[in-house]
Structures are given as structure tokens and as C-alpha cells.
């Protein structure tokens, strides 16, 4: 599996000669968006981490972990409830990678990786990753 985009994009360039959206608008696939992308509270690297959690509770269960054909109520879902427990919806799934997986989902960024490499490391003590 590659991934090559997690389909949303914020306009953070305000100084560009060329507008396709406001700054600050953000447009794209809202299901991987962080709690605080989707408040539009500031947003650092640890929210990224957060999108990459969700791509992998969606690889590994089949679904995001939050949906709603409504934009705004996914969007108060994500900003307001805690996300759905993967070892419940995927019983198969390993207890180690169920656990990076829901840290990376923490709805509290004091809680979440700090940093790409401490998860990236966390996969790797794991035994789950495969570099092609």
C-alpha cells in the first residue's frame, strides 16, 4: 500500500500573487481530518500524525473511523467524539498496531506521537512496516 495523498489541503500562502481559495479555507476529503483541523484550531505536525492514524484505522478496518454523509456533522464528530475502538471492530488485527493506531488518533495532541519518527519507530519495534 502507498500512500499519495490524504485528500485534504489548506491554502497556507497568503503572500502568493495567485488565490484558488481563500487563505486559510480548507478543501478536500474531510474523514482525515484531525479534532483540531476540524475546530480550525491551529494545526502543527502532530495533526498530520493524526490524518495518518486515520488512513491506517481505514486500511485496516475497511472504513475511516468517522462518517457521516454530512460534512458538518462529520466534521463535529471528529471534533467531538472519541474515535471508535479498532480492537473491537477488528478483533484480528495485532494488539501492538492497535495501539500505535489509537495513539495516533488521541483527540489530545499532548497525547498523540510527537514526532513522525517516534511513531515511525513504534511501527518498526512492532515488526508492521515494509519499505518498497
Sequence with gaps: VKLLDFGVA?????NSSVHLTAAGTTVGTPHYMSPEQARGDAVDHRSDLWSVGALLFHALSGEPPYDDPRTHRLLVRIATEAPPCLGALCPN?????IKIVDKALETDVEQRWQSAAEMANALALSGYTSYH
Design 93 to 97: 488485527v495485532p494488539i501492538e498496531l
Design 10 to 14: 489548506k491554502c497556507l500562502n497568503t
